[in-house]
């Protein structure tokens, strides 16, 4: 059986599979499962196009990478076979840990960390493949000696992002995510055994963490996708109370067995079915539940569910500065008055929270500039854009959320 397919990607044109060990793992279960997670959760709400899924992404980074690959062996970067296939198998795999709808299910009904269950999955999967997979789990880890080839599967230049911000950018429709993803990889070479970029790249770099500010502010952190996502957290919260209260939820049998648990990771390791049963998990889980909780006899639940369901998101107000008590009691007040619920319900539907981002880092892995005398500058030191040294500040944002 030929195992080197071609698949037609919307952003990247056609996408070879240059191994059969990544056909075999497109093939499993746990892999095709990434189909039906959208990458982008509930941004839909807002952008009707982004509802492309992890599964798409995966690939575009894969095909990011063996790209990237190529570029350092032509520049005679001593990379064998068997590490560039390993490095192309981690990052296919890299966010094979994501629950549906990504970080709303980490933060409440699996409080385990994605990239832990990655790396579970990993481990059975190397099982699965006859120890095929452990080097690049070593290189995911960044255990291994070649610390440049962790480095494109995870840092602040690293493969993910540049598909992510591309993939993004395509199906939002917001240009102003799009990067010149072919010249920066162009422009990759490894000194002293970390990444650099050709000083010739520098403009291109600079534009990739712009983009990815903007990315932020107006696709992965806008208002109103950030006021369903916390909806969405506030449901989960509360079928999980009051399944533990002894109400009986109707739910798929994965999704009631992790609202009637708490599992952690040390649960996880110690039982690997309860890995099969995450796995059994994705979109449609939540989705089949809020359309049955949206007649549920509580009305916190079926305020929330019938909120996702019709696009009826709570209101949010987004700040430089904290929320004043005063606005949030007023609201709370409002609330409780005029649907008749308790203190403790009326918390559900008003709420504040912080949400922050900077598009550089530095912290861990940095950007470097490599000059043809052989200086190596940082990206903030080497630029003379005057505001890229402003955008490794941490910008913070204060909200309320409340029903309308």
Not at 368 to 388: P, R, V
Request: charged residues 20%; negative net charge; contains cysteine.
């Amino acid at each position: 059986m030929n195992k080197k397919k071609i698949i037609n990607d919307p952003v990247y044109g056609f996408i070879h599979l240059p191994y059969e060990l990544i056909f075999d793992l497109l093939e499993h279960p746990y892999f095709q499962r990434l189909r039906r997670i959208k990458q982008l959760g509930l941004t839909c709400y807002v952008y009707p196009g982004a509802t492309h899924s992890r599964f798409h992404h995966a690939l575009g980074a894969m095909h990011l990478m063996t790209q990237a690959v190529a570029v350092l062996q032509a520049k005679r970067v001593a990379i064998e076979p068997a590490e560039a296939e390993a490095v192309c198998t981690a990052i296919l795999l890299h966010d094979i840990g994501h629950g549906p709808f990504s970080h709303a299910l980490e933060h409440t009904i699996v409080a385990v960390h994605h990239e832990t269950l990655s790396m579970l999955f990993m481990e059975q999967l190397n099982r699965y493949c006859k120890g095929r997979l452990s080097l690049a789990m070593s290189i995911f880890e960044g255990d291994y000696p070649k610390a440049f080839l962790h480095e494109l599967v995870s840092s602040q230049l690293d493969m993910d992002r540049m598909d992510y911000l591309n993939r993004d950018s395509f199906f939002t429709g917001v240009e102003e995510g799009v990067i010149g993803f072919e010249r920066i990889i162009k422009m990759l070479d490894v000194y002293n055994n970390h990444i650099v970029v050709e000083a010739k790249g520098i403009y291109s770099v600079e534009q990739f963490l712009i983009a990815r500010r903007l990315m932020y502010w107006q696709v992965y952190l806008h208002k109103t996708a950030l006021a369903a996502e916390c909806m969405l957290v506030k449901l989960l919260e509360r079928a999980k109370y009051l399944t533990q209260q002894g109400h009986t939820l109707e739910a798929t049998p994965a999704f009631s067995l992790f609202l009637q648990n708490h599992f952690t990771e040390q649960d996880f390791q110690n039982n690997p079915d309860l890995l099969a049963q995450f796995a059994l998990l994705d979109d449609t889980d939540i989705e089949v539940a809020m359309k049955v909780w949206q007649n549920h006899s509580d009305r916190v639940l079926s305020i929330l569910a019938k909120g996702l369901l019709n696009r009826q998101i709570l209101k949010i107000v987004l700040e430089n500065e904290p929320i004043s008590e005063e606005l949030y009691e007023q609201q709370h007040q409002r609330i409780c008055r005029t649907y008749q619920l308790s203190k403790e319900e009326a918390d559900y539907l008003v709420f504040c929270g912080t949400t922050s981002n900077s598009a550089y880092s530095y912290k861990g892995s940095q950007i470097n500039i490599a000059y043809k005398n052989g200086a190596i500058k940082n990206i903030t030191q080497a630029s003379d854009y005057l505001n890229l040294a402003a955008l490794a500040a941490t910008v913070v944002k204060h909200y309320l959320c409340y029903l309308k």
